[in-house]
Nanobody, 125 residues
Framework: VQLQASGGGLVQAGGSLRLSCAAS????????LGWFRQSPGKEREFLMA????????AVADSVKGRFTASRDNAKNMAYLQMISLKPEDTAVYYC???????????????????WGQGTQVTVSS
């Protein structure tokens, strides 16, 4: 599956953004997804997973209550809605996919075999 993330940009603290992840090439509905981010000098951080049924799993404490993942399998799209953004949310955000016929999920980056190119989110104070 090929993924392309978009929707990043510059936003003030307290603002909102919605990232999109467009998938192509396969039956998207049998892939679980993960959202990650990486800031300069830091390791890639797992944010949350979303099963092919649309359930969010393993939401990171750093974004719990502020970020929400969703997907529209009919459109081959996934979304990350972000509210109450903070300067520490500044990072490159990635969507990733893994084949998961069981309807499960993973929170480990090595388990994902398809990655989008990333989209930059910058939150100013």
């Amino acid at each position: 599956v090929q993924l392309q993330a978009s929707g990043g940009g510059l936003v003030q603290a307290g603002g909102s953004l919605r990232l999109s992840c467009a998938a192509s090439g396969v039956d998207f509905s049998r892939y679980s997804l993960g959202w990650f981010r990486q800031s300069p000098g830091k390791e890639r951080e797992f944010l949350m997973a979303i099963t092919w049924g649309g359930r969010m799993k393993a939401v990171a404490d750093s974004v719990k209550g502020r970020f929400t993942a969703s997907r529209d399998n009919a459109k081959n799209m996934a979304y990350l809605q972000m509210i109450s953004l903070k300067p520490e949310d500044t990072a490159v955000y990635y969507c990733a996919a893994r084949w998961d016929v069981s309807g499960g999920y993973s929170d480990r980056a090595p388990d994902f075999n398809s990655w989008g190119q990333g989209t930059q989110v910058t939150v100013s104070s």
